[in-house]
């Protein structure tokens, strides 16, 4: 599992960087929020979350452990892939999220693009 890296971001890309990390580019989708705070030719580390898939590997970086831990509770339940989980923390921060499914709001859920009154309660 590549939990994390650390190299310089050489490309940025819709919802993706490219960082190398000696000289070995990984292609790692993140929220807006990163993304936006990320700059060609900056050095940063980045924690991220390996999916495996029979026919695809991706990596999903956030800035926070604590990020992965929520996106991988988010991917957790069904009917939620990675990429909804993104969709998700590209509204909310993690801290925002975890409060809302603590407070078992749906409609909080339900506002994001892609997710029912179903998957809103399954969630929580």
């Known amino acids: 599992m590549i939990s994390s890296l650390t190299g310089t971001i050489n490309i940025k890309k819709d919802q993706a960087v490219e960082i190398l990390v000696n000289n070995i580019g990984f292609w790692v989708t993140m929220p807006r929020y990163l993304l936006t705070e990320l700059e060609i030719g900056q050095q940063t580390t980045i924690y991220t ?67 029912g009154r179903k998957t809103a309660q399954r969630l929580i």
């Open 49 to 115: 979350n390996l999916i495996v898939r029979e026919k695809l590997m991706e990596l999903y970086g956030f800035s926070s452990r604590h990020d992965v831990d929520t996106f991988e509770m988010l991917t957790s339940v069904a009917g939620v892939g990675p990429k909804t989980a993104i969709q998700i923390f590209n509204q909310n921060t993690s801290v925002n999220i975890r409060q809302a499914i603590e407070e078992a709001d749906v409609d909080f859920f339900k506002s994001i693009k892609g997710i």
